[in-house]
Every structure is written in structure tokens, then in C-alpha cells.
């Protein structure tokens, strides 16, 4: 008798404390662990954004002929980030072995029709080139209203091939649509550390877009993407041709215009030289903040006249709580 009371009375107590311990998580879901949860939130996003404090450039550095010089030491540059020096250096290296991201957007509007198929096997001998198996990766997109990707990222070169070749011709052109799809799946790799490059062929005139050009130079200088275009277009420059040379200086990539045809393929093995020969340096900048401004960037080679330097002309902070890409 005397042990089932006391067993009543221990599985009494049992249920009661179970009660007030429901009771208190409940209370402090609402109250304490409501206002960690939110504080965990703001946690991850300041960790989020703290990771943009961190700044990645890709540079070129050519001397007065043009030719890539590529034996420049950290102490040789002087880097301003919003016109002072960075608060530390955190690594410089010479990019030649750094993995490759390429993006390759091809112009398959109306306007590139006659071209077509030369530029085609022109993006396939520029990958079997640049492409080292197992180590860079690539990603196949062609646009006229829309961009339809038709390879993934892959370093299967015969993938990459069959994408190329299931691009066809379509009608209207949303180039700057374009661009920006590609600069931020490009940017979803940014866990990797590469570099990331988009070529871009098309003759520059863009006529069905829902955005801007300012937007897209915006997204490729956030995502870290330098941006190579080469003109399809083989007649007289005009404002397409304007069009590509100011996505491609400001981003920190190089703007081609071929006279003929063929010059297509010279200008993939130029940029193929390029990608070679560049240098990369992470640093943590000055008195960096929040706020949506954008902080321009130069480099300079202070002792050493002479050097023409080629790299992304600045970035536009996030604002706190901004998460949106569009």
C-alpha cells in the first residue's frame, strides 16, 4: 500500500515538474529564446556580410607594349579601397594556378544568325584550351529573350561541346538580362575559392531587358566576376560596341571587337593568355561599413612607372538586412 502511494505520488511529481518545464519553454519562446532566435538571426547576418568586408581582386598588369608583366611582388602595388589603403593584406598571389569559374554566354538572337556556327566552334576550341580537367569548371548559357543554360557546370570538355551545340538561333535580345543571370550563378560558387569569369559574345545591342546596364555592372563587381566580351558584330562600332567596352573595363575584363570573322578565335586565345597572367590579392579594407556606398578601387605601382594595371573599378556595399539580388 505504503509503495504504490509513494509511486503515485514520485509519477504526481514527475507530471508536474514536466508541466512547468513545458510551461517555462514556452515562456522563453516568446520572450528570451524569441529574442535569441532573433539574435542568431542578426548573427548570421552580420556573419553574412562580414564576409563581404573581405575583399577578392583580380588584376593584369602590362607594361608600355602590352605585354603581360607577372613577376610584381606585394610590396611593388599600393591598393586604395574608397581612397585609403587597406586596413590589412591578407594574401597576394599570382593567379596561374588558381581554378577557373567561366561562365560562357553566347548572343543567340537574329542579329548573330550569319555568324553563328563559327562562334560556336570557336566557345568549344577556347574551352578544350583553357579548361584543366578535374581542376576549373564551366557552365554553357545562350540568350535572346531569356538565357537557357544547356550545360551546367561541368569540366566534361564533351558536355560542354553538346551544350554549345544545342544553342539556337532565337529572335529578340535581352543581353543585359543575361549577364546578370550568369554573373550571379556565378556568384553562387563564391564558396570556392576562383576566379570567375564570364565571356560574353554578342554585337552589344540589347533590346527587350527588364534591367539595366548600371545594374549589371553592379551585380558582376559584388559577385567578383570579371567580364570578357567579344563583339560578333564585324561591321562599323557603335553603341553595342560602347556598350561591351564598359561592362568589360569596369568589371576588370578586356572588351574584343574583331574586324573579321576569324578574329573570333584570336580573341579566345587572348583572353586565354590573360587568364594566365594575372594576380590576386584579398585584404581586409578601411573603416568599412554597412551602407550601400560605393567604395572605388585602384591599384598602383608606385615605384615601378610605366605599367598599365587592369582590374574591377569598385564594388557597392550591402546595406544591413539586405538580401534580395534584385
Not at 561562365?103 to 538572337?109: A, E, N, Q, R, Y
Not at 554578342?202 to 548600371?214: A, C, F, K, L
Not at 563587381?221 to 570579371?226: L, P, Y
Not at 567580364?227 to 572588351?255: D, F, N, P
Request: charged share 25%; hydrophobic share 35%.
Amino acid at each position: 500500500m505504503n509503495l504504490a502511494f509513494m509511486s503515485s505520488l514520485f509519477l504526481a511529481q514527475v507530471l508536474f515538474l514536466s508541466a512547468m518545464w513545458a510551461q517555462s519553454l514556452q515562456n522563453a519562446t516568446s520572450n528570451g529564446l524569441g529574442s535569441q532566435a532573433s539574435t542568431n538571426r542578426d548573427e548570421s547576418l552580420l556573419t553574412l556580410h562580414a564576409a563581404v568586408s573581405e575583399v577578392h581582386l583580380v588584376f593584369t598588369v602590362t607594361d608600355k607594349h602590352g605585354h603581360y608583366v607577372t613577376d610584381l611582388k606585394q610590396e611593388d602595388l599600393e591598393i586604395l579601397d574608397d581612397r585609403r589603403p587597406p586596413e590589412k593584406i591578407l594574401s597576394f598571389r599570382s593567379e596561374t594556378d588558381l581554378p577557373l569559374q567561366v561562365g560562357l554566354l553566347i548572343d543567340t538572337s537574329q542579329s548573330v544568325r550569319e555568324r553563328f556556327t563559327f562562334e560556336q566552334e570557336a566557345a568549344i576550341a577556347f574551352l578544350k584550351q583553357i579548361l584543366r580537367q578535374k581542376y576549373d569548371q564551366a557552365f554553357v548559357t545562350g540568350f535572346d529573350m531569356t538565357p537557357k543554360v544547356t550545360q551546367d557546370f561541368t569540366d566534361d570538355l564533351e558536355r560542354l561541346a553538346l551544350g554549345i551545340h544545342l544553342l539556337q538561333p532565337g529572335s529578340l535580345t535581352a543581353m543585359y538580362d543575361a549577364v546578370y543571370y550568369a554573373c550571379n550563378k556565378l556568384k553562387q560558387s563564391q564558396a570556392i575559392p576562383a576566379r570567375r569569369v564570364l565571356i560574353l559574345l554578342s554585337d552589344g545591342y540589347d533590346n527587350s531587358s527588364s534591367v539595366t546596364r548600371e545594374r549589371v555592372i553592379e551585380m558582376a563587381q559584388r559577385a567578383e566576376v570579371s567580364v570578357y566580351t567579344v563583339r560578333t558584330s564585324m561591321t562599323a562600332r557603335g553603341r553595342g560596341q560602347k556598350t561591351l567596352e564598359t561592362i568589360a573595363e569596369t568589371t576588370g575584363g578586356r572588351s574584343y571587337a574583331p574586324n573579321e570573322i576569324t578574329g573570333v578565335a584570336n580573341a579566345f586565345t587572348a583572353i586565354q593568355t590573360e587568364l594566365r597572367s594575372q594576380y590576386a590579392v584579398s585584404y581586409k579594407p578601411a573603416a568599412f561599413k554597412l551602407d550601400g556606398h560605393y567604395r572605388r578601387i585602384e591599384v598602383r605601382t608606385p615605384n615601378k612607372k610605366g605599367l598599365g594595371i587592369r582590374s574591377r573599378t569598385g564594388y557597392r556595399t550591402a546595406k544591413m538586412g539586405y538580401t534580395s539580388d534584385r
